[in-house]
């Protein structure tokens, strides 16, 4: 006291100047942070409150089922924390019975040593019969350690001017490490209640220090605290603990069903790389020489031609932008060259997949269908391109490729995205289409002069009496692919991919078959007409 009274001691202004302006900084800080990022901490609120509202009234079976999660991992958290209390005190009451034994003096007293004892034995014999603990009995246990705690503080454990001591001491050894065992901060917060009680009570019996009281205080909130950081932890590990089971459950679905389906199938990385080596499509190849492997090697140097292979890549990429959480798939035709410079027919289903990692992953599914009908059908589009100088002499411009080389383009999975053209020639119409909006158009409406052009010498190429002859010979109309083919569907022109074919109906009628890749939305105006996008005349349409 005398020490405090010294000159030397005393605070001058200069340190409240000096603390609160700092306080003041900090604290418009805080507030300026509070109301930047209001919408954020309004969303942890609702979270919180509807976290609490689960835990305490499940509602739904995904509800139940993650509480049941939650429960269990609670029940991990409260049979290690057994474990750890018996094996923590077993050193100090040795010592204990040590000082006993050579009658020496002891820091503790009678009481202390003998809650320790019972603490002690009760630790170990839940260790050793763990099915004593259960998820209905995890908050009991828990109100039964507060009593523990409290006892602690009574006046027969501690005496006034140690409780202070005692109480940080089970707060960093005991209190904090058991908020995992308690199903919710609620039963924290009223745990944690009773030791306050107790040192209450004693402050209206006996005097306290205050900072007894001021330790029970900072106690109870900061185990409040903790337990609302380990339950949103724990909330956190089982949903991403339940997704990825859901992803691995679908990647098993989709690999068995590949395995039963496909010739071979086979794991690309994000380079679309053979992640390892597959017997199965070695065989397929004849590269089942000794020593051989395809681990390492890229899908693009299996399929036949420097062309075919970018457009199969090009196909292989398209979900290279969505979610991570999502798993794509597609089914498209190409050919595979063998070890001996033979191409054959085949069918490729692709589902894609990112590990929990995040790197992105292609399970792939190859099926031979040089002498078999293909499994996708009218869902995988063919593509059979034919010399383009006999199609295409200075359509450059409506059109930037059209490839010699047997393939197929197609997204299974996004068929929404596709926008069908049947076109009647005869009448320059459109006679059908899966969009209504280019019922009764024009191909010129919406096409330009190059592209009409090419769709002219296309349907005069396949009309021609050779071309009916090779169909009756059985070798049918084949496909054409094209890309960059400028379409006015809406405000601005823009340029689609797809592929080109006549087909044929019942009644001996042709038609030409249009299939493109369309933007994900667009502003189209009726009957291929042009407008202010803001007007009434315009219809957005979603693909």
Known sequence: MELLANAESRLDPSFVVFTATFQLLFMFRMAYCGFRHREYLRNVVHRTIAALGISLRPSTKDERLFLEQVGLLRLQIARIYFRYVWVM??????????????????????????????????????DMFPSVLSVRNLNAAYFALALGWATYLSPWHSTPNRSAEISLFLLCVGR???????????????????????????????PMPPSSMFAEISALVANVCVSVSVQFLLNYRIEHSMQYKKMA??????????????????????????????????????????????????????????????????????????PPDSVNAQAFHTHLVDSDSNRFRT????????????NARHLIGLRDVTDQESLSGSRAIES??????????????????????????TRAIA?????????????????????????????SDLFCAAGVELLERLWAVQTAPNAATAQNRGSGLPNYSFSALELRLGHEPFDVSGTLQVVE???GDRYLLLVCVMPLALTIAPKGSFGSPGSDEYTSVQF
């Open 89 to 126: 005190l077993l050193l100090p009451l040795l010592v204990v019975e040590l000082r006993v034994l050579q009658d020496s003096p002891r820091y503790l007293s009678a009481g202390v040593s003998w809650s320790m004892s019972v603490t002690f034995v009760v630790g170990g014999l839940v």
């Open 176 to 206: 904090v490490p058991a908020v995992g065992i308690a199903s919710s901060p609620v039963v924290v917060a009223s745990g944690n209640l009773l030791p306050l009680l107790v040192v209450l009570l004693r402050a209206t019996a006996e």
């Open 249 to 322: 459950s679908d990647f098993n679905a989709a690999s068995s069903l590949l395995h039963l389906t496909c010739d071979s199938v086979v794991e690309l990385d994000a380079d679309l790389r053979m992640a390892e080596h597959t017997p199965s499509l070695s065989a397929m190849l004849l590269h089942n020489r000794p020593g051989a492997t395809l681990a390492g090697m890229e899908f693009a140097d299996l399929l036949a031609g420097a062309a075919e292979a970018a457009r199969v890549v090009e196909i292989l990429r398209r979900f290279e932008d969505c």
């Open 347 to 358: 069918e490729v289903f692709q589902v894609m997949y990112h590990t929990p990692q995040g």
């Open 384 to 409: 059979l391109s034919v010399v383009p100088r006999s199609v295409t002499p200075g359509s450059a411009g409506a059109c930037s490729s059209i490839e010699a080389s047997e393939h197929l383009q």
């Open 415 to 443: 068929h929404d995205k596709f926008l069908s053209l049947l076109i009647d020639m005869d009448l320059q119409l459109i006679h059908l289409s899966s969009q209504p909006i280019c019922l009764g158009c024009r191909p």
């Open 505 to 507: 109906t019942q009644t």
